[in-house]
């Protein structure tokens, strides 16, 4: 199974606003209609927008961006897979299609993200895809801050 990054355009933003999270979900992430207005309005990360693709179905939603090129880190800023797909491994496949994707388009160390708490279900799958807890709690959200250290 294969996960395609595709920029979000005019074709399928409203497909992308479409996506929705569970029930039990919704307090845990942003929408993608709040991601889409930051990354079109919030010029000081430079957010880059993805559709999360299977073959030619959109399964899920992304955003990378605030590139520190000091710190040689970016920010896997949002992760979302639609209620209908989750479970479906489109999630772990996303993730690598993710790091992929950033480690041919950037220089970094690390990639950081952040996590609700509370989201225990999160919290365990960054940490079988190599993100660790930093301990350090990130001030625009008051969320965990998890880290995975570039490795070849």
């Known amino acids: 199974m294969t996960i395609r990054l ?3 355009t005019e074709n399928n933003w409203r497909a992308i606003c479409a996506l929705s999270v569970g029930p039990n979900q919704i307090n845990t992430i942003e929408t993608n209609q709040d991601s889409l207005l930051e990354a079109a309005y919030d010029q000081s990360h430079n957010w880059h927008p993805f559709g999360l693709y299977h073959k030619e179905t959109l399964v899920g939603f992304t955003m990378i961006g605030a ?5 040689q880190t970016i920010w896997l800023d949002r992760l979302m897979i639609d209620q209908n797909y989750q479970g ?3 999630g772990h496949q996303a993730i690598k299609a993710i790091i992929s994707y950033i480690h041919q388009h950037y220089v970094i160390n690390a990639i950081l993200l952040s996590v609700h708490a509370h989201n225990h279900q999160a919290i365990t799958f960054y940490e079988k895809h190599m993100f ?3 301990q350090k709690i990130d001030p625009e959200n008051n969320e965990l801050i998890f880290k995975r250290h570039y490795t070849d």
Do not use: I, Q, R
């Open 6 to 8: 595709v920029s979000v």
């Open 67 to 71: 590139f520190d090129t000091d710190e």
């Open 88 to 90: 479906k491994t489109y």
């Open 132 to 134: 660790s807890n930093t």
